[in-house]
């Protein structure tokens, strides 16, 4: 099938790919000239694991293209996907801006019947909000196209998105035209073989499906984020409690870790903006706004436990940091805990040196030149020249570093753990102090 899409972010780049992975023709188009010259050229601008290959064949068989040229693109599509950035408007609620452009450059420039699908996360509404942009472009060119507006939320993860989308857990087609359906249940056929994966409903409950997603993962983080520092209070070990209720088939394995706080892309603006849907009808949603201040003190705690152990003071003090990126596998530093430590660090006179596997470009970017910042190339130039270590995101490289040299490079010897990646044991057996999430017995 013929398919345009609008984007080419995580969500646009991955599906698009993935789409031509199954031997549809895909039109990819993005505002960013730089972007779509890179890609033009093999250059994939971000990290995702097992995309890079994936996009480079399929643009070399001719099945994904890219371009900015947003008229050729929609006259492309039989299908145009919206998979633009919806980030927090001053109030939290989601800024439509760049979905609602992509919907006035559609009736611009649309000649035949499409379906125009909504995959950005977006609040309720959206999809009438969409169509009343396109009619009007429509009007004033005086043209009249039939065209389907479809909510298809995306709840692939960054770190394993080309696994999500080629595997997905289950497709969500929000729409009341049964073509529109059908013609998505052909396009996603291929992902949709061993058994039922798409779920078909109105499209308001589809806009919420992403939402609800999102709020209960992030509330179950804050939730055991809140448990995690209950624990540290009574002088109990979250890693043991967290075992206790994982094993109940209720409560399950999955999203109970606790940390340093939950970031990324999605989860603090999707709570965020669901509050404010809720809000805006006159519901105060409790749950929620618990969920985001568990979550912005938890951001918070790590230095907290820095300070208790500095007595208050930290000025003067290098800091390694291992873990810049909100998660594993990822460069994706958009709300990261470590963007608050590292502010809070600087604040009270710290230097930081940091390294992460994949985010350092970004990074670079993000932080720019400063003096108090040294970007390293591997976690042992980190520690070199620090007098304490931070974890920040959960690497698997982290996982099982060499306690004897850390405890004779820092020359504090103190670790301050904010995945809980370590056992307090080796830590405190190599000779190193050792500060955790919800450990109360390191307290
Ligand atoms: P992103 O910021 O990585 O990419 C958005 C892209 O859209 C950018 O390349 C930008 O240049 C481009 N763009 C903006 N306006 C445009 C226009 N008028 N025409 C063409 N391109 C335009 O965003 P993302 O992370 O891919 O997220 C996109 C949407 O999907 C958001 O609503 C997000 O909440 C949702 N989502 C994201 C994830 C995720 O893990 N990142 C997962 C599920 C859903």
């Known amino acids: 099938m013929r ?8 969500v646009g780049l991955v599906t698009g790919t993935c789409l031509a992975e199954v031997g549809h023709d895909v039109v990819c188009v993005d505002i960013d000239q730089q972007k779509v010259d890179g890609l033009n050229r093999g250059v994939i601008p971000i990290y995702e694991p097992g995309l890079e290959p994936m996009v480079k064949a399929n643009h070399a068989a001719g099945r994904l293209k890219f371009t900015t040229d947003a008229a050729s693109a929609i006259g492309h599509g039989e299908i145009i ?26 009736g611009e420039h649309i000649e035949r019947p499409a379906i125009v ?12 909000k969409v169509r009343a942009a396109i009619a009007e472009a429509l009007a004033r060119r005086g043209a009249q196209v039939p065209f389907e507006v479809v909510s298809n939320p995306e709840f692939l993860k960054e770190g394993d998105a080309v696994n999500d989308c080629m595997r997905p857990d289950r497709i969500v087609i929000g729409s009341g035209s049964p073509e529109a359906i059908e013609k998505l249940k052909r396009l996603y056929a291929p992902f949709n073989r061993n058994h039922e994966r798409i779920v078909v409903m109105d499209v308001r409950s589809a806009e919420l499906t992403k ?65 404010r849907t809720a ?50 596998n990822t460069d994706d530093m958009r709300e990261a805990s470590s963007r608050r430590l590292l502010a809070q660090l600087w604040e009270a006179g710290a230097r930081v040196r940091a390294y992460d596997p994949e985010a350092m470009h970004e990074a670079r970017r993000v932080f720019g030149e400063r003096d108090d910042l040294v970007l390293c190339d591997s976690a042992h130039a980190a520690i070199a020249d620090a007098d304490a270590l931070c974890v920040v995101t959960e690497w698997k490289q982290f996982r099982s570093p060499d306690f004897p040299r850390l405890r004779s490079s820092l020359r504090d010897a103190v670790i301050f753990d904010g995945r809980n990646l370590y056992h307090p044991d080796q830590v405190e057996g190599a000779g190193i102090a050792y500060y955790a999430i919800g450990r109360g017995r390191s307290v």
């Open 81 to 106: 996907f919206i998979a633009v950035g919806t980030p927090p408007d001053e109030d939290g609620s989601a800024d439509l801006k760049y979905v609602l452009a992509v919907a006035r450059t559609v």
């Open 3 to 10: 398919v345009t899409i609008f984007g080419t972010g995580y």
């Open 117 to 128: 699908v909504n995959k950005s996360t977006v609040p309720v509404g959206t999809a009438d």
């Open 279 to 328: 809000q805006q009808c006159g519901y105060k949603p409790e749950l929620l706004e618990a969920v985001e201040s568990v979550n912005y003190r938890q951001k918070g705690h790590l230095f907290e436990l820095i300070q208790r152990h500095y007595g208050g003071s930290v000025a003067g003090k290098t800091f390694a940091v291992w873990g810049l990126a909100f998660k594993p």
């Open 211 to 275: 939402y609800a997603a999102n709020a209960m993962l992030a509330t179950k983080i804050s939730f055991m984020n809140e448990i995690a520092n209950i624990a540290e209070c009574v002088g109990a070990d979250i890693e043991m409690v967290r075992q206790g209720i994982g094993s109940d088939p209720r409560i399950g394995w999955h999203f109970i870790y606790p940390g340093a706080g939950y970031g990324g892309s999605c989860f603090p603006k999707d709570v965020q903006a669901l509050a």
